[in-house]
C-alpha cells in the first residue's frame, strides 16, 4: 500500500490541512480535532482503500486505519510541520470552548495515554509471561534473566508519572522537561524514604502525608493541570531575556511542594472516590457486575469512553494491587474476536472473508476496533451475538472473582496476569465469550445468499460527461488514480467546463471546494469524479456546484461548472478523473465510455 497517497487523500478528505487543529495515532486510528468536521467528507473516506471506517465521538473525528495507522500517519506529518508539532492557535481555542466538559475530558485522557500505549501493553504483556514462567517453574525469581525482566516490565508503571507528565505537557501546552522533574520529584528514592518515615516532613510547617506516587495517575494529572495555569502567568510576568530560566524556576520551586502539600490529598480523594463508587457495584454482586461490564464494555470503546474505565483500572491496580474489571473487559475482547471468526467462517463474500480473517487476529491480540467496525458493527448482528456472549461470559468472570496482578491491555497475552483466585472461572468465560459469539454468528449473523455475497448490476450505459480527449488511468499525473488504489475508471482532459452525469442515480457526496463529486446508482456503483490534480487546494475557487448532496439525478444533467482557463492559469492539472470506488465488489470490472460503451459488472 502507499502509505503517502493514503495520508494525502486522508487530509484532503478531512477538509484539507486548514481544516485540522491537531492530529494524533492510537493503536488503530487517525484521531483529529478539526475546525469543521462538516467539512469532512465520511462517504470519501469509507470509501478508500486502506481505511475501515469513520467514528465521530468524543470531540474527535477519527479514521479507523488498523495495524498500519503509525505508518500512515508518519507520512501525514511529513505533508505539514505543525501536525507533528501539535500546533494550536486561536482556531484550536476557539473549537475546544465549544465542546462539552465531558468530550474535552475524553480526549484530553486519551490523548494523554496513547503515546506510550505500546510500551504500557508490552509490559503489562511480559509481567504476565513471567508469572507463567514461575509458576511452571521455568525461571525462579532469584534469577538474574527474571530478575532483569521483572525490572523491564515494572519501570513504566513505576515510573508511570514521568510519562504521563510529559504527554498531559504536550497536550496542555507546557514545558514537558519542568512536567517531568516534577514528575520525577513525586517518585525520588530519599524523599518516599522521608515521608514514609515515622516523623513524615514538612514544607515550612505544613505537613506532607506519606504516599506513594508510583504507577499512580491522577495526583500527576492534576498537578500538570494546575501547572498549565501558572507557567503562562509566569512567562507573562518574565521579559523574554530570563524567561527561559526563571518560568522553569519558580514553577518547579512551586508546583513541587504544592502538589505534595494539595494536589496529592486531592487526587487520592479522587482516586478513593471512583474506586469506592465502583467497588460498591462489584460487592453488591460480582455477576451482576460482570454481566453489565461484559455487555456494554465494547459499546464504551465504540464512544470511547473507556479511557475513563482505563484510567480506573491503572488506578486500583496501584492502589490495591489488583483489579477485577480487566479479566471481564478480557472475555469481551474475546466475544468480539469469536463474532468476526463467525463471519470470516460463514460468508463466501472474499472482500469480508480477508476483513473479518484478520480482524479476528488483531482482536485476539485486543485490538477490536478492525473487528467492531469493518465487520461486527457493519453486518450488526455479529455485534449483537458479541455483546450477549461476552456479558454471559463476564458474569462468570464476575461469579468467580478473578482479578488482574497487573495492568495490561486485555486479549490472549493478557491472559496469565490473570492467575490466582478464580481464574478457571476466567477460562469458561473466555472460551463462552469467543465460542459462544462464534456459533451463533454462524448459524445466524451472516446471510448466505448469493446477493449478499457478490454484486451484480448488469451493463451501465455511460454517456459522455465532459467532452475532450479520453485518456487510460494509468496516464493521469497522480499515483493514487494511476495505481488503481482508488479503484479502476478512465479520464478524460477537458476542452470545456461544464461536468454532467454519466448515468442516473444519487449524489452520494459532494466535496467541500466542489472539486469533486461521488454518485451511486441504483445497483450500487460508486464512481468518484475528481477534477484536476491537487485542485482541493484551491478552496473552491474557480468551480460551482450544480447540484447537492443526495439529489437525485439524470444521465447528462449538469454537475459542476468549473473555469478550465483560470485552473490551468494557476498551475494545475485539470484532468477529470472517474474511478469506481467500489470496484472490488464487482468481478470482471471494465470501465469506459468510447462509443458510449457500457461498464461491464459481472
Sequence with gaps: MDYKMLAKQIVEDVGGSKNIIKVWHCATRLRFKLVDEQKADTAALEALAGVVTVVQSAGQYQVVVGNSVGKVYEELIQLDDRFDNQVTNRVAEDNEENQSLINKLLAFVSSVFTPFLGALAASGILKGLLILAANFKLLSEADGAYQIWSASSDAIFYFLPLFIGFTAAKQLRVNQFVAVTIAGALVYPNLITLMSEGGGLEFFGLPIQSATYSASVIPILLAIWVLSFIEPF???????????????????????????????????????????????????????????????????????????????????????????????????VFAQAGSALGVFLKTKDKKMKSIAGSA????????????????????????????????????????????????????????????????????VGLIVGLCGATVLTYLFGVKTSDETETKTA??????????GKRIELQEVNDPAFSTGAMGKGFAVVPTEDTLRAPFSGTVSAIFPTNHAIGLTTNSGVELLIHIGIDTVQLNGDYFEALVSQGQEIKAGQALIRFDNEKIQAAGYDTTVIFVVTNSSEFENLQVDILQEQPIQLV
Excluded at 471512583?274 to 453489565?292: D, E, H, K, Q, R
Excluded at 461486527?376 to 464476575?398: E, H, R
Excluded at 448488469?458 to 467532452?467: A, K, M, N, S, Y
Aim: hydrophobic share 55%.
Design 234 to 332: 509566569f512567562d507573562k510576568l518574565f521579559p523574554e531575556s530570563v524567561r527561559n530560566i526563571f518560568t522553569p524556576l519558580l514553577s518547579i520551586m512551586i508546583m513541587v511542594p504544592v502538589t505534595l502539600i494539595v494536589v496529592e490529598p486531592i487526587g487520592n480523594i479522587v482516586s478513593s472516590a471512583l474506586a469506592t463508587a465502583l467497588g460498591s457495584v462489584y460487592s453488591f454482586s460480582p455477576m451482576i457486575a460482570g454481566l453489565i461490564l461484559g455487555a456494554i464494555h465494547q459499546v464504551i470503546v465504540i464512544f470511547g469512553v473507556h479511557w475513563a474505565l482505563i484510567t480506573l483500572m491503572i488506578n486500583n491496580i496501584s492502589e490495591f494491587g489488583q483489579d477485577p474489571w480487566l479479566p471481564i473487559v478480557c472475555i469481551a
Design 360 to 427: 479476528f487476529i488483531t482482536a485476539i491480540f485486543s485490538i477490536t476496533e478492525p473487528a467492531i467496525y469493518g465487520v461486527n458493527l457493519k453486518l450488526k448482528k455479529p455485534m449483537y451475538f458479541a455483546l450477549i456472549a461476552s456479558g454471559i461470559g463476564g458474569a462468570i468472570a464476575g461469579f468467580g472473582q478473578v482479578q488482574a496482578s497487573t495492568f495490561t491491555f486485555p486479549g490472549i497475552l493478557a491472559i496469565p496476569t490473570y492467575l490466582g483466585t478464580g481464574f478457571g472461572f476466567e477460562v
Design 458 to 467: 448488469g451493463d451501465l450505459i455511460v454517456e459522455t460527461p465532459i467532452d
